[in-house]
């Protein structure tokens, strides 16, 4: 994947928005159950779905111009990529369910695809009619699998949305914070930011600022959750 898509820098360069909602997700996601999907469908179209739309409009005759005038100015870009951002949101709002279940289908489904695969890689299945078991078990588990953890995960909406925005958001904070390092240390422009995945030290840094960012927001918010949840049961039966 070319990361140069993606136009991460922007995410220094927006910083005042990055890291107060990035923060305020990670530290309180057990409170922002009925805006999380809009903060998440917002970083999201941001950062994800604005520089992709960017690159696929070089491909299409009729977007040629404006992608140009995008490509020709920083701020056109950064309104561009505000406007994705408040679109996602609002579109994920509205189908959150949906795609809850997406999310938990596509993890589970490639787990279980990949998995299946490595089994029974060097076996051979046989055939039903043209059709080769080697090819289909390994899909029909991933389908099956995929089904049934979308289905776990729509019905415990509010716990995979706290999850997969408190990952996003873990994963935009300490890039974030590398990011600024690096470019504080390297005196270099922060479009230039990028190259920080050009050296090892630096990713291993990010990625375990990462999981230890992600494993604070987890413990601060799942474990407040299960106390309060065994507070009310204790309450509830001294009332009793």
């Not at 589970?108 to 089994?119: D, K, P, Q, S, T």
């Not at 009619?129 to 995929?146: A, K, S, T, Y």
């Not at 958001?169 to 995945?197: C, E, H, M, T």
């Amino acid at each position: 994947m070319n990361l140069q898509v993606l136009k991460l820098h922007t995410v220094l360069e927006l910083w005042y928005v990055v890291i107060p909602i990035c923060i305020f997700i990670v530290f309180a996601a057990k409170y922002l159950e009925n805006i999380l999907m809009p903060l998440l469908g917002f970083l999201l179209g941001t950062f994800f779905a604005a520089p992709f739309f960017i690159e696929w409009m070089g491909k299409v005759e009729f977007f040629k111009e404006l992608q140009e005038k995008l490509l020709q100015s920083s701020t056109a870009q950064l309104i561009f990529a505000l406007i994705v951002g408040v679109l996602c949101g609002a579109v994920l709002y509205g189908i959150y369910k949906l795609f809850v279940f997406l999310a938990g289908f596509s993890v589970a489904g490639a787990l279980g695809y990949y998995a299946v695969r490595l089994i029974v890689q060097g076996k051979d299945l046989g055939t039903v009619g043209q059709f080769d078991l080697n090819f289909l078990v390994p899909i029909g588990c991933g389908i099956l699998l995929g089904t049934i953890c979308g289905l776990i995960a729509a019905r415990n909406s509010s716990k995979v949305l706290a999850l997969i925005s408190m990952i996003v958001a873990s994963g935009l904070l300490a890039f974030s914070i590398v990011g600024w390092v690096y470019v504080w240390i390297n005196r270099s422009p922060v479009d230039q930011v990028l190259k920080i995945f050009e050296d090892r030290l630096l990713v291993f840094s990010l990625t375990i600022l990462w999981l230890v960012v992600l494993g604070l927001a987890i413990s601060f918010n799942f474990r407040r959750r299960v106390k309060q949840t065994l507070s009310s049961n204790k309450s509830g039966r001294i009332n009793q």
